[in-house]
């Protein structure tokens, strides 16, 4: 297990405006070089650097600096990363994770309907069965939603509710949809959609989009109902905004006084410099990118 010091829920911290500021100064000294010059007009060319998109942006043409500059990394070239390859598989790897949880979203109308043909009684669909069946059954299981958000959830449709009616008939059936935990779902069915998309992001990201997507559902209109036709996601217009690539080496370990009571303790590592004339022992260091793109989906 690799365990990091994560900043804003990312293993590489996002660029700061200073550092970007930096990194484009750096970049443009070095384009006094020919060769790099040639290099980044071939990345303007082949749409690696999408100077459409990035040039609206407020510091556009320092961005399209930086990048190119990230994209010089050299742990980038010593693991032979591909921009082209990257971006050309990126869009169906985009499509396919909207088309799962948007497919997956659309299981909240099967449970909200049972929920009121029972007209607030306990729902026994078949997926429901797989979830806790009141908030105080929270699952351990990373990547579940905790009690806590569950509770302000149901506390903001309170709040929202038009005229104070939000009635127990209603908070039975928002209780029905957070208490489908999807994390559940993918535990015990492989195959399902849930742990389909387990499988394509972290744990956190998964929470996140599980509790967005349950929020957004109780909060539209119910007379509208509104479902994602399987497939039918489009992603168009993907730009890359920055791209990056650290070296992690292994902290020193603890003593075996300080490990003589723990089962199992997670490799941690720090981030370090790298060069590639620095000679690093592999088994005892681990590398990260990172990268951010920009897209319309449809």
Known sequence: MITTQKIGGFVIPQRTMTQMFFSAANDMFSLLSEKTCVGFIDSLEKGIIQEGALSQATAGPMMMLSLFHDLQNPLFKKHKFDTNEFLEGLVPALENFHNVSSALENELHEINQKALFNDGTKVDDEKTNQTDETFDETTDESGAITKEEKESVLSALWIMA??????????????????????????????????QLSRMVTNELFQINQLSSETAFLLQNQSRDITFREGSCRVNNVALLSARACLFKQKEGLSSDQTSDIKAVPTEYEAVDYDLENDFDESETAVAAQLEVLYDVT
Request: charged share 35%; hydrophobic share 35%.
């Open 162 to 195: 038009e005229n104070d009616k939000f009635d127990s008939k209603q908070k039975k059936v928002a209780e029905a949809i957070l208490n489908h935990e999807w994390m559940n779902e993918a535990k015990n069915s492989p195959d399902s959609l849930a742990a």
